[in-house]
Nanobody, 129 residues
Framework: QVQLVESGGGLVQPGGSLRLSCAASGFTSRNYAIGWFRQAPGKGREGVSCIRGSDGSTYYADSVKGRFTISRDGAKNTVYLQMDSLKPEDTAVYYC??????????????????????WGQGTQVTVSS
């Protein structure tokens, strides 16, 4: 059974940075896909960034390209989302989701909104002065 624990959210000023962590357990191979998704009040869920475990390939939503970086630590089964140049419109609850075992691209994981995956509890990110 896949379990995910997120951490790292908080309050930051516009232009600031935060790093989110998603610690995963239950994987016994690298055939997984993990993604970060966010939902702001009154808005639908958005696939922010996803990564494929087998080769480390990544996908980013246009809204975060050049500002966010997804990475993984295979030894720790942890995926990170480094968020730089944060904007007020990045304010949302951020969730990580994982599918395992699976053979899909990082883009597919994000486009499908993590459907069929296991989800973490979410962490609040607030960008405000």
């Amino acid at each position: 059974q896949v379990q995910l624990v997120e951490s790292g959210g908080g309050l930051v000023q516009p232009g600031g940075s935060l790093r989110l962590s998603c610690a995963a357990s239950g994987f016994t191979s690298r055939n997984y896909a993990i993604g970060w998704f966010r939902q702001a009040p009154g808005k639908g869920r958005e696939g922010v960034s996803c990564i494929r475990g087998s080769d480390g390939s990544t996908y980013y939503a246009d809204s975060v390209k050049g500002r966010f970086t997804i990475s993984r630590d295979g030894a720790k089964n942890t995926v990170y989302l480094q968020m730089d140049s944060l904007k007020p419109e990045d304010t949302a609850v951020y969730y990580c989701a994982a599918r395992w075992p699976v053979f899909i691209s990082a883009q597919t994981m994000c486009v499908l909104q993590g459907a069929g995956g296991s989800w973490g509890q979410g962490t609040q990110v607030t960008v405000s002065s």
